[in-house]
């Protein structure tokens, strides 16, 4: 035991690298207590080569000892993304593992690397790991920390999903082609063109399971959509088909797309959406940071404009200070007397917009006296 000791202390001790991976390869062979002391050994190393060691070997690391590996967070990344790179199928495996339990999407990447490994147990696995990253990064208030994290974090789960999406018909993984269409902002054009693409299946493969994937998360998926004719007669089903309020705040999360004029005409097409009208009668249960765009929807779905005036008809008594507003900028954009008799009343209240409306219904008075034909001179009689 004490020639076994020796051993151990120089390891320990032993600056090469070679150390590190010696440790590593007894750490693949052990078990409890022996498990147990070559993975202290090596979190005592603190080396990249060590926590490349403990990385590829994880569940060998036991739970009370991980914490100090987590504790390194940069070199944990380092190391895994080295595992996951060229690290034994069982090593990538233990690196999954890892980031499973502890979620880095900085190395989304990687996951879409995998998806081409020709271990098929390891592509599934990972697909699946880049999904829950997708899902992780779409979350209110996920990741934790600051905009600039969150921004970084999706940038990272994004990319990975644009390399998944040009690989796909080599690793065919349908669980991440599904994400991809949850980062339809996000990928732009790189998602339709490959959507596109006649000797791909990715465009075949999206549209047999959309009603399977059908989720709040597809909102900006299906708003595009609806913009494009050769993907209308898809969307529009799943659109018309909802109408509970998570769907209708998903979808006024996307208030942005209504910038795209052929977003706007692809909005004519739902004349009489659930999800608007049976959930639009108290703003006030919305969130906040959306329920002010729902007079732009008015204004933008197929309505006709008795619907649409009697919606901002309601809204613009709200006491509720953005949907009051946003209600009255729409009604002065609306045609017809009915609109501007609306305006004169918010003009005569006292109210946030009643200003506005003055002057606007001021406005349009002055214009519409200009516009009346004048009338023409008399024509003077010829003298006799």
Known sequence: MKKLDAL???????????????????????????????????????????????????????????????????????????????????????????????????????????????????????????????????????????????RLFRGHVTRALAEALRTFDAHGRPEVLEAALWFARELGETLWTALAEPRSQRGRCAAQHLRTWNSPRLAAFLLL??????????????????????????????????????????????RTPAWFSANVGAPALLPPDVRGALPLWVRNLGFTDAERLHYLTQWQTSALPDVHRAAVYALASLPGAGALRVLVDVAGRRCPMSRFARWFVAGARTLAQARRPTAAPPVAEEAV
């Open 225 to 270: 959509g609806l913009a494009r004719p050769e993907w209308r007669t898809t969307v529009r089903p799943l659109l018309e088909g909802w109408s509970g309020r998570t769907e209708l705040v998903a979808l006024l999360r996307n208030t942005e797309l209504l910038e795209d004029p052929q977003v706007r005409r692809g909005l004519r097409h739902l």
């Open 8 to 150: 151990y202390q120089w390891l320990a001790k032993a600056a090469a690298p070679e150390a590190d991976q010696i440790l590593g390869a007894a750490l693949a062979l052990a078990d409890g207590a022996y498990a147990a002391r070559l993975a202290s050994v090596l979190l005592d190393r603190r080396g990249e080569a060590a926590w490349i060691a403990l990385v590829a070997n994880f569940p060998r690391v036991p739970v009370e000892l991980r914490p100090r590996l987590l504790a390194e967070p940069e070199l944990l990344r380092a190391a895994a993304a080295a595992v996951l790179a060229t690290g034994s199928p069982n090593g990538r495996r233990a690196a999954l593992t890892l980031l499973e339990l502890h979620p880095s999407p900085q190395l989304a990447e990687h996951l879409a690397d995998l998806l081409r490994d020709p271990d098929e147990s390891l592509r599934t696995a990972a697909a699946a790991l880049l999904r829950r990253y997708a899902l992780h990064v779409l979350e209110p208030g996920k990741p934790a920390g600051d905009p600039d994290t969150a």
